[in-house]
């Protein structure tokens, strides 16, 4: 799938072609993702791959963001086909589509950047004169949650092999092995990742343990998400690559933990989600980076906090390693569809879908 990037950034802002207002509350909008919704009228979105989906006619449309810090971007498919929006800071109205054929057109908003670039508030969109938002799609009747650092979030997936991964650009959530498996699922996603997060620590002063029960993914924050409000079928946790670095190479913590500390922190935090989710499947994934590499512990630390796990009576949970493959950087696309593959594989053959 080719990203027209930039495209959209060619179009001035109140340029639009557009004149029926559809506002951010309207019901026929299809929402997904941790989104608050204190202001219906103004939705935020913080977190990566959140989405709002709908059908519409007309022969253009505009899309207006209200974006908190100017660092984000977003996919914009109109019938499949794709447009980036890089989000100016501030309220700005998008035109991202024209000269559209008479008939139904299907939308998808996607975020592809996360929370550390800030938050966005979706304003609403204009559709051309006669134009009218139609029935949303059925909603997915799967869903999984993933818990992730910048491999789940997407970093760097879209530069070149020989690129560099920081670029705000190259990050796509939606290339992402997260929500490439979830697609092939047929599966309603959740992401609930940050760059750069681990569970004992982290590039920054919060981990994920302080961090997975929030309703804005911008820093640490008080917000709480409602677990009740949506239940996964399946949760992925594919963490502990920062804690690698920042434990064995960058010896942050002091005293060193032992290996028996750190699967303990691994099994605290899996039991957590276990809590909120009595009846889900769990998958405790880990890679591809460096963490999985020959020789390394932390692929072991995984599977003993799973295996005394079902020691101790949890059946539904097991542990899945993507495989290191020798490239230095954060994994490029092909990489995530190769990670996709081996594990939509491996949920179909755990829970029968």
Same mark, same amino acid.
């Given at each position: 799938?080719?990203?027209?990037?930039?495209?959209?950034?060619?179009?001035?802002?109140?340029?639009?072609?557009?004149?029926?207002?559809?506002?951010?509350?309207?019901?026929?909008?299809?929402?997904?993702?941790?989104?608050? @919704?204190?202001?219906?009228?103004?939705?935020?979105?913080?977190?990566?791959?959140? =989405?709002?989906?709908?059908?519409?006619?007309?022969?253009?449309?505009?899309?207006?963001?209200?974006?908190?810090?100017?660092? /984000?971007?977003? /996919?914009?498919?109109?019938?499949?086909?794709?447009?980036? %929006?890089?989000?100016?800071?501030?309220?700005?109205?998008?035109?991202?589509?024209?000269?559209?054929?008479?008939? !139904?057109?299907?939308?998808?908003?996607?975020?592809?950047?996360?929370?550390?670039?800030?938050?966005?508030?979706?304003?609403?969109?204009?559709?051309?004169?006669?134009?009218?938002?139609?029935?949303?799609?059925?909603?997915?009747?799967?869903?999984?949650?993933? @818990?992730?650092?910048?491999?789940?979030?997407?970093?760097?997936?879209? =530069?070149?092999?020989?690129?560099?991964?920081?670029?705000?650009?190259?990050? /796509?959530?939606?290339? =992402?092995?997260?929500?490439?498996?979830?697609?092939?699922?047929?599966?309603?996603?959740?992401?609930?990742?940050?760059?750069?997060?681990?569970?004992?620590?982290?590039?920054?002063?919060?981990?994920?343990?302080?961090?997975?029960?929030?309703?804005? !993914?911008?820093? /640490?924050?008080? =917000?709480?998400?409602? @677990?009740?409000?949506?239940?996964?079928?399946?949760?992925?946790?594919?963490?502990?690559?920062?804690?690698?670095?920042?434990?064995?190479?960058?010896?942050?913590?002091?005293?060193?933990?032992?290996?028996?500390?750190? %699967?303990?922190?691994?099994?605290?935090?899996?039991?957590?989600?276990?809590?909120?989710?009595?009846?889900?499947?769990?998958?405790?994934?880990?890679?591809?980076?460096?963490?999985?590499?020959?020789?390394?512990?932390?692929?072991?630390?995984?599977?003993?906090?799973?295996?005394?796990?079902?020691?101790?009576?949890?059946?539904?949970?097991?542990? %899945?390693? @993507?495989?290191?493959?020798?490239?230095?950087?954060?994994?490029?696309?092909?990489?995530?569809?190769?990670?996709?593959?081996?594990?939509?594989?491996?949920?179909?053959?755990?829970?029968?879908?």
């Amino acid at each position: 799938m080719k990203f027209k990037a930039g495209l959209a950034a060619l179009l001035l802002a109140g340029q639009t072609f557009a004149s029926v207002m559809v506002g951010a509350d309207n019901p026929q909008l299809q929402y997904t993702g941790r989104i608050d @919704f204190a202001d219906r009228a103004r939705p935020v979105l913080s977190w990566p791959g959140t =989405s709002i989906a709908a059908n519409f006619t007309g022969s253009s449309l505009s899309i207006t963001l209200d974006d908190q810090l100017g660092k /984000n971007f977003f /996919n914009v498919f109109i019938d499949d086909e794709p447009v980036v %929006i890089e989000a100016a800071q501030g309220s700005k109205t998008y035109a991202v589509a024209s000269g559209l054929q008479p008939g !139904a057109h299907r939308l998808l908003i996607t975020k592809r950047t996360e929370g550390e670039e800030g938050s966005t508030v979706f304003k609403g969109l204009e559709l051309a004169d006669g134009g009218q938002l139609l029935a949303p799609p059925p909603r997915k009747q799967r869903r999984i949650e993933f @818990f992730g650092d910048s491999i789940t979030s997407g970093m760097g997936n879209e =530069s070149p092999d020989d690129g560099p991964d920081h670029l705000l650009k190259d990050k /796509n959530n939606y290339m =992402s092995y997260a929500s490439i498996t979830a697609r092939a699922l047929n599966a309603e996603a959740h992401i609930t990742s940050q760059s750069g997060i681990g569970i004992m620590i982290s590039w920054f002063p919060f981990t994920m343990p302080d961090f997975y029960d929030q309703l804005n !993914a911008v820093g /640490n924050n008080d =917000s709480k998400w409602d @677990f009740s409000s949506w239940t996964p079928d399946v949760v992925v946790v594919n963490l502990f690559q920062n804690d690698r670095w920042l434990i064995d190479r960058e010896k942050r913590l002091s005293p060193m933990p032992t290996d028996e500390q750190r %699967i303990q922190a691994y099994k605290t935090f899996v039991q957590k989600v276990r809590a909120l989710y009595p009846r889900a499947y769990i998958v405790c994934a880990l890679g591809s980076m460096d963490a999985v590499q020959e020789g390394s512990k932390w692929p072991g630390y995984v599977r003993t906090a799973v295996d005394q796990m079902r020691d101790g009576g949890d059946q539904r949970i097991d542990t %899945i390693i @993507f495989p290191w493959n020798g490239f230095g950087g954060h994994p490029r696309v092909k990489q995530h569809q190769y990670n996709a593959g081996l594990l939509t594989d491996f949920i179909r053959k755990k829970v029968g879908w």
